[in-house]
DNA sequence: AGCAGTTCAAGTATTTTTCTTAAACCACTT
DNA sequence: AAGTGGTTTAAGAAAAATACTTGAACTGCT
């Protein structure tokens, strides 16, 4: 079984390979990051699509009042990307931190673009997890501006109870537009009522 | 006063400027570095000579058994670069390390160059301050295969004694090149005996 | 055999990170 | 004017991670 059995299972879930796989996983390269460290800074052009294969990811933007907010968190089999930085080849806004120690596979811009005017399931591949993606990112605007602190919370928990149990509650909090304070406070309401 | 004079004055302890100032500042970015952030890492190239504004710095190098060895230490006024990376422009074999929250200023190998062979003084101060840094590690080699471990971290201790209660006992081992156990021992007998 | 040193494992201490709580405040609604 | 939904600041508590210590068993050398 291939090193890269993980991110393959995940890409046939979407198309079909055949003998693409090698060419697929030859632009792959496997790393080990560390809890806390970045592997998308400001600054610097974010080149490759990185593929968590296992470990926590958030991207976050730093305001010009030091306050971070959490544009995502990604776990197992999600792609973490500066899309903006990574689609432009210009230098990233967001960080993106490792919020556990991690294992990813990353493929640079240079080698997918050529590779999937070659391969049209990697094409298809990559058009359908970005939209999927991009369609959950509108929904989470439309909730931001519709839903009080506490519907958010409700509604992210509901969906999302694995991601909620394993980010530290500042991350959530920042993600979910609100105060790391307030979000205590509903916890605790919550923990009364039930 | 400038925001680089930190540096500047660095500079004028070995040779004389000028007008050159401001060509060089213009070369300099400033950042900041939390803790434990890495500057350097395997597999990327070192494109700049990075100056200690604030803070600490190791470099180490992991080997095929996961087992880390100190290359150098570094405070403020220092540079800390993978030089082998640097000078070739190939990918670093080492990390560096931010061992507290760090300031720093960095000027591209890609601007240093023209910039040296331009300005004479510019050139002057890296050589001289490499020339240090050569002669430095050279003596490491030899105070590393002549004495014991005791020795070495005796003579360490007497040199650089802010070094030594600056840095976590871990790193001062491995860059003395014991582990970490037997620096606590050695330590331990030395309570006893003062 | 004995010194200089390592590894492993368990336990403790220390530091850092994360979370909680309270108080004072702001902007809207009602 | 008062209540709701929220923020900020600051201090303290709780939890987790990191760093250090210790002992035992082991290696390689003289």
Redesign the interface.
Known sequence: MSKYARILNNIKRYVSLTVEEEEITSIITS?RIKK???IIQPGFVCRNRTYIVEGAFRVFYLDEDGKEHTVSIGVEDWFVTDFFSYINQTPALNYAEALEDSHIFQMPYEDIEPLCKEIHALSEYFRITTEKAFAFSRRRVISNISMTAEQRYDDYTEKYPHIVKRVPQYVLASYLGMSQEFLSKIRKRKMHKS
Chains 1, 2 share one sequence.
């Open positions: 790393s806390k460290q970045y």
